[in-house]
């Protein structure tokens, strides 16, 4: 059954043909084609939208909102249900992070140890806030509450790497390693 | 990972035995440097010419003298502790390998009296085995429990689980045998086994020491549990926060299926049960389970209202057994050894043994798995050896972010979940977080609401509300004046709207450390002493 080529890509497009419209803009965009391919992959896993997700920000380092289009179309959903799940969910980004991803620890066992002072040394350090990013672009501070290790607080993870028992001394260390590597 | 003997290994063997030592892999060691100080042991061993087989273990949960490595000896396991990689050098001149004296040396592991004061049921083997090795599964007693059940029918399955007194361990202490017999007895052609490991609750870890340190034993409660309620599909639904555990137990769960522990033809019985890891996004409303349930679906985790429960209608609307880690992880030793061996620890209603996580303000933090019925006290000076800081230790949050604050009058009630509900606190998932007398509790309380607003799900208003207004409540209580008695007044009243009027625990019980914080330390807040009632929410 031929349907006509369709050029509205705003809502549930995948009642509508959507398969068709998603092949022809992932022939333009590389994002889009990632976003296909992720999500074609995986689309009969049931509840398949978080590990798609997931995949598509491993891949691209953020889900672009060019990608919503194609993963709403795949799964069958409206755009706004994809965008409203992305949103939901604080580790996903809709926008690339710095080089690096320094997460500080803001729950109450980090408290207990100093904690907030370590928060407020890397604000220093970095001359941004939580959630921001260096101006070099190297650097994005995130809030985290809790990484599981609670008995040797404050912690932090240095791109997904936990480090424990942490001292402004050694997050500097940490960020100057980093910065080099 | 074991080291497999190959000819290089046997030949090296006869000039000389190699001696094993053991380096935690668990999350908490390698944030401390675990993985240099194993290079560094390999490194020593090679320039001294000595055989060594380093087995990476999980951690023991004496996580203050983590990287905590083990030589095994004639005379048993010896430990050491925490070693960095320049202690390494000393550790082979003071020859460790034969357990030889060194001041970072604790004696033979299993004499540390932190390990030896504890009741280690779940935990029997977290710390011991080698966590990926199902050999050393088998060798400790992996899998009795399982060959048990695949004898049982469901409904003594159930039987046995019920007359145990397990208790959801999550921290609502629903009886796990009522839970089961519900979904048991829904009908659905397809049924789910789904364990809550999106572990958010600040000072806890129990979850993830385990998931590290002895995957099988997940692996195995969740098949039994399968079997109990004739499901046949199971997912681990695990917070993204915890990249160590997810690699871990997706290569467990590969391993259990070529070992014919899960798949079609469950070691060989004819009985089917798979299982899969999901990673959650963050998210800490996601603890609570039909958030959970929502968010393996793949939609946004706001919290489904009750009824159905998940155990008629669950997961994509089927009936859903959902526990905890700690829950699923205790039914093997259950089936293995027996109902009345689980009931008989512990007091009251509160019967087994629950895995106590010392966080905080702490100079000893790390897990402690006790029957019920010991006290704070005991735990926060016996094992924790009172303040890391060395200040007087002035208040305690049990159970997690929704947990009451507890000042030192109440750290001597036994800890069970019948006599903390009755003091108004709540024990939870066992964590606690202890804080030494710098500590300012109107920021404690303050902190309660904005978390609360930060992580609600939004759908019912006195939570996704009630936590904005308490923060600028409180932020005029802070700034003090005249007003401060109307709005501790005005305080007192919102806390009673989310506590009765909330959908699920997390706008329900954030008035628990708020509330308790304003009873108990009263002075922080500005009080006369004259004003402060007894008893918390």
């Known amino acids: ?181 | 990972m074991t080291v497999a003997p190959d000819a290089r290994g046997a030949k090296e063997s006869a000039m000389n035995a190699p001696v094993t030592l053991y380096v935690p892999r668990d999350t908490a060691a390698l944030a401390v440097g675990a993985d240099a100080v194993a290079d560094a042991i390999e490194r020593q061993a090679a320039s001294r010419g000595l055989a060594v087989r380093i087995v990476r273990n999980g951690s023991r949960g004496l996580l203050w003298l983590e990287a905590l490595v083990e030589v095994a000896t004639p005379r048993g396991r010896v430990a050491y502790g925490p070693v960095q990689p320049e202690d390494v050098a000393g550790l082979f001149d003071s020859g460790w390998l034969a357990g030889g004296a060194h001041p970072l040396g604790h004696g033979p592991t299993e004499d540390i009296p932190y390990l030896k004061n504890q009741e280690r049921l779940t935990f029997a083997r977290v710390g011991v085995i080698d966590p990926l090795s199902p050999a050393d599964y088998e060798r400790h007693g992996g899998l009795a429990g399982l060959r048990r059940a695949l004898d049982m029918d469901a409904a003594a399955i159930v039987a046995e689980i019920t007359a145990s007194g397990l208790r959801g361990r999550g921290g609502a202490a629903f009886p796990a045998g009522i839970k089961w017999k519900t979904a048991l007895e829904a009908q659905g052609e397809q049924k789910y086994i789904v364990c809550n490991a999106d572990e958010g609750d600040s000072g806890t870890y129990a979850d993830r020491l385990l998931m590290e340190g002895d995957p099988y034993v997940l692996i195995e409660g969740m098949a039994i549990a399968g079997l109990a309620v004739q499901a046949t599909h199971g997912y681990i639904y695990v917070r993204s926060e915890y990249p160590q555990a997810i690699a871990v137990l997706q290569e467990a769960i590969a391993r259990a299926r070529r070992a014919g522990w899960l798949g079609d033809d469950i070691l060989g019985r004819g009985r089917r049960f798979d299982l899969e890891v999901r990673v959650g996004a963050g998210a800490y409303i996601c603890g609570e389970e039909t958030s959970l349930l929502e968010s393996l679906e793949g939609k946004r985790g706001v919290v489904r209202a009750k009824p159905p429960l998940p155990a008629v209608a669950g997961l994509f609307g089927r009936p859903t057994v959902i526990n905890n880690v700690i829950t699923l992880a205790s039914v093997p030793g259950i089936l293995d050894k027996g109902a009345a061996h689980y009931r008989d620890y512990g007091v009251g209603r509160s019967q087994g043994t629950l895995p106590f996580q010392l966080a905080g303000n702490l100079r000893q933090g790390g897990l402690v798995e006790k029957a019920f019925g010991l006290t704070l006290r005991e735990l926060l000076y016996d094992f924790g050896g009172g303040s890391a800081s060395g200040r007087p230790l002035r208040a305690v949050q049990v159970g997690g972010p929704l947990g009451a604050y507890l000042p030192e009058s109440q750290w001597d009630i036994p800890l069970d979940y019948e006599a903390y509900a009755k003091a108004g606190a709540m024990i939870g998932h066992g964590g606690l977080v202890a804080f030494d007398d710098t500590v300012d509790m109107t920021r404690m309380a303050r902190f309660a609401m904005e978390f609360c607003a930060v992580e609600s799900c939004g759908k019912c208003t006195p939570c996704r509300i009630g936590s904005t207004r308490g923060v600028e409540v409180i932020d005029r209580i802070r700034a003090g004046g005249a007003d401060r008695e109307r709005q501790v007044h005005l305080l007192r009243d919102l806390c009673d709207t989310m506590l009765s009027g909330s959908l699920c625990a997390l706008g329900g019980m954030t008035p628990y450390p708020v509330m308790s914080a304003l009873d108990h330390f009263p002075e922080d807040f500005g009080a006369q002493p004259t004003e402060a009632p007894a008893q918390a929410a």
């Open chain 1, 1 to 181: 059954m031929s349907r006509p080529p369709i050029s509205d890509l705003a809502s549930t497009a995948g009642a509508r043909g959507g398969e068709q419209a998603v092949s022809t803009a992932a022939a333009s965009d590389p994002t889009i084609a990632a976003a296909a391919r992720i999500a074609s992959g995986q689309r009969h896993v049931p509840g398949a939208l978080l590990p798609i997700l997931h995949a598509i920000q491993a891949e691209l380092g953020c889900i672009p909102p060019a990608a919503v289009q194609t993963v709403a179309e795949t799964l069958n959903l409206s755009r706004a249900e994809v965008h409203g799940v992305i949103t939901f969910y604080p580790h996903f980004r809709s926008a690339p992070a710095g080089r690096h991803v320094i997460e500080i620890c803001r729950a109450e066992s980090c408290q207990a140890m100093g904690g907030d002072r370590l928060a407020e040394h890397a604000r220093g350090r970095l001359g941004c806030d939580f959630h921001g990013t260096t101006a070099d672009g190297g650097v994005t501070l995130e809030p985290v509450y809790c990484l599981g290790l609670c008995a040797q607080s404050p912690n932090v993870a240095m791109d997904g790497r936990a480090h424990a028992r942490m001292t402004p001394e050694k997050l500097d260390r940490l960020l100057a390693q980093a910065r080099a590597a």
